[in-house]
Each structure stands twice: as structure tokens, then as C-alpha cells.
Nanobody
């Protein structure tokens, strides 16, 4: 069992920055991958970034602007977002992939947080 809690969302202007955090509890944190997904109004949930034991993965839409990192001592994964655009507006979710695959598919993630809202104003 894994419990995930996101924090750090909010309202920011175009070009601004935000840092999202995902804090995990339960199963040993260092044994699984964590991904960040987002869901914009009227759209399906989409992959943003993921981190395994030693690799990171990014969607083309965020590569170069978002950075994912993990601190296994603190059971935390962080998503640093810069140069934010209105199209980044969404609810952001972190999720646990117990197979540590770094997948971009929602079906490969077994546990999900409740999400945190990010709004980028134009």
C-alpha cells in the first residue's frame, strides 16, 4: 500500500514558476517509480514526468521547462516548473509505479494522490 499527497499548487502568471511536491508513505519509497500526470479541463489525464531509481522521463510538452527529482530520505518527489504557460493549467497528480518502469501510461500506475491545482494566468 502506498499513500501519496501532493502539495505546492497555486495561481501563477505566464512565465512564472512553481514547485510541486509529492510525499509518500507506506511501502519503501526507494523501490518504485513516481510519475506526475495532469488533467486539464475537458481533457484526459496526460503524462508529464516520471522518475525511477536512476532515470527521468518527460513529455515533449514540458521537456526543458519541468524538472523531476526525488529525495529517498524524505520520501518526496519534486516537480520544478518554470516558464509556465496557460496550457499548463491543470490538476496535477503524482502516482506510484511499483514496477519502476518509468511508464507514460496511466494504467501502469497503481496508486494515485488526490491532485493539486495549478493555474497559469495569461
Amino acid at each position: 500500500q502506498v499513500r501519496l499527497v501532493e502539495s505546492g499548487g497555486g495561481l501563477v502568471q505566464t512565465g512564472g514558476s512553481l514547485i510541486l511536491s509529492c510525499t509518500a508513505s507506506g511501502r519503501s519509497f526507494s523501490t518504485y517509480a513516481v510519475g506526475w500526470f495532469r488533467r486539464a479541463p475537458g481533457r484526459e489525464r496526460e503524462f508529464a514526468a516520471a522518475i525511477t531509481w536512476g532515470s527521468t522521463y518527460y513529455a515533449d510538452s514540458v521537456r526543458g521547462r519541468f524538472t523531476i527529482s526525488r529525495d529517498n530520505a524524505k520520501n518526496t518527489v519534486t516537480l520544478q516548473m518554470v516558464s509556465l504557460k496557460p496550457e499548463d493549467t491543470a490538476v496535477y497528480y503524482c502516482a506510484a509505479d511499483l514496477h519502476n518502469s518509468g511508464s507514460q501510461e496511466t494504467r501502469d500506475y497503481e496508486y494515485w494522490g488526490q491532485g493539486t491545482q495549478v493555474t497559469v494566468s495569461s
